[in-house]
């Protein structure tokens, strides 16, 4: 008999385990693992650093990098939030540093840096950590918790914590209970743009765009706009201001089974009208000069070509030789440059999805289901996700440390 189990050897698994067992040392705790190895998420996360958290220290403005549970997590967050967690790793060895865009990764630059933590403070707390057990049934005979995993082997426990992820199978086992889900659809990813103004320019990017969605026959992706960098990849478009589109979008273009456009102001101004009469005025000041030799607006070269020649710019042509047709087409590129989005592709080696058990099933004072006070759930299983840049962690460190705190 176990006092806490814990499927899914995650972050959000790891960091209850941790803390029930320094609240309480007395208790016997295991986490149950599919796989053959533990926190295989958070050793890809940031590109192998962790990006552990983000430099929002401010509750009321971390909710706003939630596309789903951000009122939710008000609460829970004015309890630990960022600083918490740069505490608490820092408490034990982990010094975290914060990069320009506000993202967090330890001073080692290495995801390896975490997992030694966790590895080291179960090890110290007698956690005991078992892999390759796929658990098949979740039963709750008379209080407790009875799991049935693969190979007929059985564990039974006083009380559960599900810190699996978007894992379906374990989604069927809690509806099984009487838990209700939410479908899982894909959140943080980039979209597939096959357009010959873009086509050979990967790996320009560009700091402040205005991106917005737009679809004829979906007219609730219409609502959606944001803004930050963006990058030109080889498959189409990337970097924040599209993984945050793709976020808080992310069940409408889901129904609109990713095809759909998308409207990029290269130039982040919704000032239309100074456009123009900045491109009229090279007319007048730069008249010999080459249009597509000379970018304007502080914009790549290759860019600025690219978009002239959409806008009918010849390739010899000066600023004098520029009419009204010209300038039109030109701010058109520039400022509401459209592109036809056919699919999509996962951002890096990081998955995220929208989705999980419903956030009405949840007593976020605790994180233990409303139906099943002694059943807890903390990170992705919950219809819980955020943009990228650390959120996704701070949410599953506080799940499972409220969490950890009511075991």
């Known amino acids: 008999m176990y006092d806490l189990l814990i499927i899914g050897g995650g972050a959000a698994g790891f960091f209850t385990a941790i803390n029930a067992a320094e609240k309480n040392k007395n208790l016997r705790i295991a986490i149950l693992e599919r796989g053959r190895d533990v926190l295989q998420k958070v050793k890809v996360s940031g590109g192998g650093r962790c990006n552990v958290t983000h430099a929002c220290f401010e509750p009321s403005a971390l909710i706003n990098f939630y596309p789903r549970g951000n009122q939710e997590l008000l609460e829970p967050f004015k309890r630990f939030n960022p600083a918490h967690t740069i505490d608490w790793f820092e408490s034990r060895g982990v010094r975290i540093k914060k990069e320009s865009d506000g993202r967090m990764f330890p001073v080692s630059n290495s995801s390896q840096s975490i997992i030694d933590c966790f590895l080291d403070a179960c090890y110290k707390n007698r956690i005991e ?88 026959k979906n007219k609730a992706l219409n609502a959606y706009i944001s803004n930050g960098a963006i990058l030109i990849t080889h498959w189409g478009l990337s970097g924040p201001a599209i993984l945050k589109l793709s976020a808080w979008a992310a069940r409408n273009l889901h129904d609109a089974n990713y095809e759909f456009s998308i409207s990029v102001n290269w130039l982040g101004t919704p000032d239309i009208e100074k456009v123009r009469q900045h491109l009229h005025q090279q007319i007048v000041n730069q008249p010999k000069k080459n249009v597509l ?101 701070q949410a599953a460190w506080t799940g499972a440390w409220i969490a950890a705190q009511s075991l």
């Open 293 to 393: 030799a000379n970018a304007e607006f502080g914009m790549s070269i290759r860019l600025w070509k690219s978009l002239c020649i959409a806008a009918g710019v010849g390739e010899y042509q000066k600023w004098a030789e520029t009419g009204k047709k010209h300038i039109a087409k030109l701010v058109e590129q520039l400022t509401d440059c459209r592109f036809s989005v056919k699919g999509k592709s996962t951002f890096k080696e990081e998955f995220v999805t929208a989705g999980g058990v419903d956030l009405a099933e949840v007593d976020f004072s605790t994180f233990s289901l409303k139906k099943y006070p002694n059943l807890y759930m903390a990170g992705e299983v919950l219809n819980i996700d955020a943009v990228t840049g650390g959120f996704n962690f």
């Open 129 to 216: 950590i078992i892999t390759n057990t796929r658990v098949e049934s979740i039963e709750n005979n008379g209080g407790n918790w009875q799991l049935n995993a693969i190979g007929d082997r059985q564990f039974t426990s006083k009380k559960l914590m599900i810190a699996t992820g978007s894992d379906n199978a374990v989604w069927k086992l809690l509806q099984n209970l009487g838990i209700e889900t939410v479908s899982a659809v894909p959140s943080l990813f980039t979209f597939n743009i096959k357009d010959e103004r873009i086509q050979d320019l990967m790996g320009i990017s560009t700091e402040n765009v205005i991106c917005r969605l737009s679809d004829s």
